[in-house]
């Protein structure tokens, strides 16, 4: 049930630290950051927060993949703004077209600063939760979901759902090879029979885990309290760090 953490070691600074209080702090971070006029506080953040996942050994390739998407969209969304919002022209271009006609692109300061804006909070906000993500378990994580007064339906789902995707997982990779070996995926035409095939048994997996699941815990006694999701006390030090920060964090961001 830690996979949510799984490339990190345990023994850094932020992994001691409660769930409720990191989640507390990034739900401040978030707030301050998206609601930012401008690109300082946001890019202020994201190299706070590059600095964390360095610190605790954040995987380069984990890296990638968490910040290659957004990344991606923040470019996508600069772009947009930059050639097709604004009113402050840096330069217009008249490209050909097929047709024998001229299209006109045109570049603005004031939408490019949009998106700038725009992909800077982005970046910022997905920092945070990329470092709440990786430095904390993800039962941990649940467990300050479960203080901060989240229906404890929507818990129990994450919970269940998230322990099953890697059971679904590693079921899709059995079927997967199994087809892959009978050629299942040498055309086009095949290949879109074999992931039918292959979605319908993971759609009767599933159906067949939360059957089993669900007669296993009545049979346990389960009356939707969960052990796990118990809270500890917190810890002054950590609560006396954590509203500094914030308070700090504030001051910049009014500024």
């Not at 209080?21 to 706070?48: C, H, Q, R, T």
């Not at 099953?164 to 090879?177: G, T």
């Not at 759609?203 to 059957?211: C, D, G, R, Y």
Request: charged residues 15%; aromatic residues 12%.
């Amino acid at each position: 049930m830690e996979i949510f953490s799984e490339y990190l070691k345990k023994d850094h600074l932020l992994s001691q630290v409660d769930a409720r209080v990191k989640l507390g702090v990034s739900l401040f971070i978030l707030a301050m950051v998206l609601s930012y006029k401008g690109l300082a506080f946001p890019l202020l953040i994201l190299g706070l927060s590059l600095c964390l996942c360095i610190k605790i050994k954040m995987p380069f390739k984990a890296f990638l993949l968490r910040f290659s998407e957004p990344v991606f969209i923040a470019l996508v969304i600069v772009l947009i703004k930059f050639l097709f919002s604004g009113k402050e022209v840096i330069f217009s271009i008249s490209l050909p077209t097929s047709h024998f006609s001229l299209f006109t692109l045109t570049g603005h300061k004031d939408g490019l600063m949009d998106g700038l804006q725009i992909g800077s909070r982005i970046l910022g906000a997905v920092s945070v939760v990329a470092v709440m993500g990786f430095s904390t378990p993800f039962t941990e994580f649940m467990a300050g979901l479960s203080w901060l007064k989240v229906p404890r339906g929507i818990i129990e789902i994450s919970l269940f759902a998230y322990r099953y995707i890697f059971v679904l997982l590693e079921d899709a990779m059995v079927i997967y090879n199994a087809q892959k070996n009978r050629l299942g995926y040498s055309n086009i035409k095949r290949g879109l029979s074999s992931f039918g095939t292959l979605a319908g048994s993971l759609t009767l997996k599933a159906f067949e885990h939360s059957q089993n699941t669900t007669t296993a815990m009545l049979q346990r006694g389960y009356d939707g309290n969960i052990p796990m999701l118990k809270h500890k006390p917190f810890k002054l030090s950590e609560v006396a760090v954590s509203v500094l920060l914030i308070i700090t964090l504030g001051v910049v961001w009014k500024i």
